[in-house]
């Protein structure tokens, strides 16, 4: 079984689609398939309950197939930080709460479970814990999603640097581009490759262009699965 702690650069870095991406890579190679997004923000009223766009992605991809509350156990409707929005609706975000869910997520055995954060590193649970403490507790190896725009050798470099600083590996890297009208995107993609990859030996699992419409079905065609494996 390999399990994998999926973070961003920043919000909107595309987590979510590259997350679904690479559990649909698995899926052709015939492997089964789990997926969390433990806590989320930003989501709608349905007549089962709240539902976050983003954990429906994840769970459109789960082989076999896995209830929401066990991909998505905190789910708040507020589009605001997961922290502020537990607060305003009364419930406690802790790391424990998180860390027992997504424990009998990952007891599920999955050829290949993915945990997708919110946000990048630092997002906070509480006064005291952060998301990234999760995947600390769950001693889990990282995938960090590079969204490619302006400033995002800095914001790769400073996540790799919290990362390791906090004791975990990373098992790989994938640039996500999010802006179409990045200038110099190809030395900006450069940069990336060497401080991530040459300098930093963290193996990249593939480099996504802008898509107008991004799909887990597309996304996957540019994604490599084996270095998770």
Known sequence: MTACFVTGTDTDAGKTVVTAGLMLAARRRGLT????????S???RTPLGLR????????AQCHPALPYDAINPFAFEPAIAPHIAAGEAGIPLTLASLERSMHRLLARDADLTLIEGAGGWRVPLNERESLSDLAIALALPVVLVVGVQLGAIN?????LEAIRGDGLTVAGWVANGI?????RRRQNL??????LGEQGGVPCLGVV????SPSAERVA???DIDPLL
């Open 52 to 59: 976050n766009a983003d954990a429906l992605a994840i769970q």
């Open 179 to 183: 802006d179409p009208d990045l200038p």
């Open 190 to 195: 450069d940069a990336l490759a060497g401080w």
């Open 42 to 44: 930003g989501c709608e």
């Open 33 to 40: 398939v789990a997926g969390g997004k433990p806590v989320a």
């Open 155 to 159: 914001h790769a470099r400073l996540t």
């Open 221 to 223: 065609d540019f994604l």
């Open 209 to 212: 262009p802008w898509l107008p």
